[in-house]
């Protein structure tokens, strides 16, 4: 059974850092498209990073520079390394993986999601 589990969310002041985990089960990053999506209350879901098959990343605009994507094969885990956060990044974070959809936007369309972990910045 494939399965995605999120941790490593938590609050943090403004300026700090966090690092996300994405465990995955029976999904292989040289076969999946795995993104990392954010949901903040009264918003719509948006994404954040892309680990692409090729091992290529991709960031959403708003995150270049600040995160940064990183993956372990032996533990099949992916990482969002989240610096110099803002109150602005405040949101439930999820990732998600599909073997077809490689694309930032609202990741309407991928296949597998995890539950998300929550990440909370104040100022």
């Known amino acids: 059974q494939v399965q995605l589990v999120e941790s490593g969310g938590g609050s943090v002041q403004a300026g700090g850092s966090l690092r996300l985990s994405c465990a995955a089960s029976?999904?292989?990053?040289?076969?999946?498209?795995i993104g990392w999506f954010r949901q903040a209350p009264g918003k719509e879901r948006e994404g954040v990073a892309l680990?692409?098959?090729?091992?290529?990343?991709k960031y959403a605009d708003f995150v270049k520079g600040r995160f940064t994507v990183s993956h372990d094969n032996a533990k099949n885990t992916l990482y969002l390394q989240m610096d110099s956060l803002k109150s602005e990044d405040t949101a439930m974070y999820f990732c998600?993986?599909?073997?077809?959809?490689?694309?930032?936007?609202?990741?309407?369309?991928?296949?597998?999601w995890g539950q998300g972990t929550q990440v909370t910045v104040s100022s």
């Open positions: 680990y692409e098959t090729s091992g290529r990343t």
């Open positions: 029976r999904i292989y990053f040289s076969a999946y498209c």
């Open positions: 998600a993986a599909d073997r077809w959809r490689c694309e930032l936007g609202d990741g309407q369309g991928y296949n597998y």
